[in-house]
């Protein structure tokens, strides 16, 4: 059975860094792209980052640009996101989300899992 555990998430103050983490099981984690996805309250769902299989590309929202950074390690199962010099509008309930494919780093794309979530709340 495919699992995906998001940790890492808490209460920060504005201009604070969290790291958030995703541990996969259930599939051979570095055959697929692998995203972080966040709602806001009240809004909708939100494409982050996303990093192909191998973890050579790497691509973001521009909310997300020179303040996240997505990266992987396949030794371990786990896909992480930093998050840095945060904001009032990063708060949100953050998601890893396993593509179907290795190479898939783009926004919107079918046949993705996700899980739980992870909660992000920042504060002045």
């Known amino acids: 059975e495919m699992q995906l555990v998001e940790s890492g998430g808490g209460w920060v103050e504005v201009g604070g860094s969290l790291r958030l983490s995703c541990a996969s099981s259930?599939?051979?984690?570095?055959?697929?792209?692998m995203h972080w996805v966040r709602q806001a309250p009240g809004k909708e769902l939100e494409w982050v980052a996303g990093?192909?299989?191998?973890?050579?590309?790497?691509k973001y929202a521009d909310a997300a640009k020179d303040r996240f950074t997505i990266s992987r390690d396949n030794a371990k199962n786990v896909v992480y996101l930093q998050l840095n010099s945060m904001k009032t509008e990063d708060t949100a309930m953050y998601y890893c989300?396993?593509?179907?494919?290795?190479?898939?780093?783009?926004?919107?794309?079918?046949?993705?899992?996700r899980g739980q979530g992870t909660q992000v709340t920042v504060s002045l």
């Open positions: 259930g599939f051979i984690f570095s055959s697929y792209a």
């Open positions: 990093i192909s299989n191998g973890g050579n590309t790497a």
């Open positions: 989300e396993k593509d179907s494919k290795a190479y898939q780093v783009v926004a919107h794309a079918r046949g993705r899992e």
